[in-house]
């Protein structure tokens, strides 16, 4: 199913004053590519990061994008890394945030591992911190708009975990997208490398369409168990973010009106403030998931609505979810 890119118009449609503006923000999410009708490279994402927000610095996370086309294929996902650098090198001689982490892609169940983790190392110039590799996977892929591809049983692979393992020997981080039916495979690797800083991407990406459509709140049951037994691995930290995918269900991609800031807080808070609960403050960090999220909501008016929803935390806790975990967790100092 192709995913509709928003035009700049219809996102100005909803334009809303500031939140704290002086809050210095970490965005530990995002992605770069360029692809007919869908470029999101630097110029774009200024345009968002400097929408009024302070955002200082920002992660990107690997996405498919200006992979090698020749060449063995362990290295293929490096081409990314070198994409990426160049990009980063150009936002540190600019006034827009910096991008100050890189997290490629590579096969954690590959012979080759160590050789890639190598190349990605070289080619990041000292920008390269972790490894995504996709555990998604969904018997409807047909009803999503962004469906996993991963293999069935990827989580349980003895030679993935290996990996897995291998990346904490090494200090790289592990990020997971996965979907919410998922979530007790995600904490049983951790508990299998609980050498490895694992990074649970999107809540787990709860899904709202397809068979899972007028089914949230039994999701949310579930879930809400889910997220509590992940909490219990004390390698895992929390992004929390990314519910604004049209996968998610609630809409807002295929409306005259992007959302609001209200809107989010009054749809989404709840997953919000029960991750929280569950991983405290100091192990959870708010994302924009952008430009995927960008599909429903403009870039100022999201972190509007994180600001809504932290307004009841102390404000050492508005500091860790806004800039200290993922500064900590992706080592940005």
Same mark, same amino acid.
């Given at each position: 199913?192709?995913?509709?890119?928003?035009?700049?118009e219809?996102?100005?449609q909803?334009?809303?004053?500031?939140?704290?503006?002086?809050?210095?923000?970490?965005?530990?999410?995002?992605h770069?590519?360029?692809?007919?009708?869908r470029?999101?490279?630097?110029?774009?994402?200024?345009?968002?990061?400097?929408?009024?927000h302070?955002?200082?610095?920002?992660?990107?996370?690997?996405?498919?994008?200006?992979?090698?086309?020749?060449?063995?294929?362990?290295?293929?996902?490096v081409?990314?890394?070198?994409?990426?650098?160049?990009?980063?090198?150009?936002?540190?001689?600019?006034?827009?945030?910096?991008?100050?982490?890189?997290?490629?892609? =590579?096969?954690?169940?590959?012979?080759?591992?160590? +050789?890639? %983790?190598? #190349?990605?190392?070289?080619a990041?110039? !000292? $920008?390269? /911190?972790?490894?995504r590799?996709?555990?998604?996977r969904?018997?409807?892929?047909? =009803?999503?708009?962004?469906?996993?591809?991963s293999? +069935?049983? %990827?989580? #349980?692979?003895e030679?993935?975990?290996h !990996? $897995?393992? /291998?990346?904490?020997?090494?200090?790289?981080?592990?990020?997971?997208?996965?979907?919410?039916?998922?979530?007790?495979?995600?904490?049983d690797l951790?508990?299998? #490398?609980?050498?490895?800083?694992?990074?649970?991407?999107?809540?787990?990406?709860?899904?709202?369409?397809?068979?899972?459509?007028?089914?949230?709140?039994?999701?949310?049951?579930?879930?809400?168990?889910?997220?509590?037994?992940i909490?219990?691995?004390?390698?895992?930290?929390?992004?929390?973010?990314?519910?604004?995918?049209?996968?998610?269900?609630?809409?807002?991609?295929?409306?005259?009106?992007?959302?609001?800031?209200?809107?989010?807080?009054?749809?989404?808070?709840?997953?919000?403030?029960?991750?929280?609960?569950?991983?405290g403050?100091?192990?959870?960090?708010?994302?924009?998931?952008?430009?995927?999220?960008?599909?429903?909501?403009?870039?100022?008016?999201?972190?509007?609505?994180?600001k809504?929803?932290a307004?009841?935390?102390?404000?050492?806790?508005?500091?860790?979810?806004?800039?200290?975990?993922?500064?900590?967790?992706?080592?940005?100092?």
């Open positions: 199913m192709a995913v509709k890119q928003p035009g700049e219809w996102l100005r909803v334009h809303e004053p500031i939140i704290d503006p002086e809050r210095i923000i970490v965005d530990p999410h995002h770069l590519w360029e692809r007919p009708g470029t999101y490279l630097l110029e774009e994402l200024w345009a968002d990061t400097d929408s009024g302070k955002v200082t610095k920002t992660v990107f996370l690997e996405c498919g994008a200006s992979y090698h086309e020749d060449g063995p294929e362990h290295f293929k996902p081409g990314e890394t070198v994409f990426v650098e160049a990009i980063a090198s150009a936002s540190r001689a600019g006034t827009g945030a910096e991008i100050a982490g890189i997290v490629a892609h =590579a096969d954690l169940t590959s012979p080759h591992l160590d +050789e890639a %983790l190598d #190349a990605h190392e070289e990041g110039k !000292g $920008l390269f /911190r972790g490894i590799h996709s555990l998604a969904d018997p409807h892929p047909e =009803a999503l708009s962004i469906p996993g591809r293999p +069935e049983g %990827l989580a #349980a692979s030679t993935f975990r !990996g $897995l393992a /291998r990346l904490g020997e090494r200090g790289y981080t592990y990020d997971g997208w996965h979907y919410h039916h998922q979530n007790l495979d995600f904490r951790a508990k299998a #490398a609980p050498g490895t800083t694992m990074v649970l991407d999107h809540f787990g990406t709860p899904l709202g369409v397809g068979p899972y459509a007028d089914k949230r709140e039994e999701i949310f049951a579930q879930w809400r168990d889910d997220i509590a037994a909490a219990e691995c004390p390698n895992v930290v929390a992004k929390l973010g990314g519910l604004a995918m049209p996968d998610n269900g609630f809409g807002w991609d295929r409306r005259t009106l992007p959302a609001s800031s209200e809107e989010l807080l009054e749809a989404q808070a709840r997953w919000y403030h029960h991750t929280i609960k569950c991983f403050a100091h192990r959870c960090m708010f994302e924009s998931n952008f430009p995927v999220d960008r599909l429903s909501i403009s870039y100022h008016v999201l972190w509007n609505g994180l809504k929803i307004a009841s935390y102390s404000e050492e806790e508005k500091t860790a979810l806004f800039s200290g975990t993922a500064t900590r967790v992706y080592n940005l100092d």
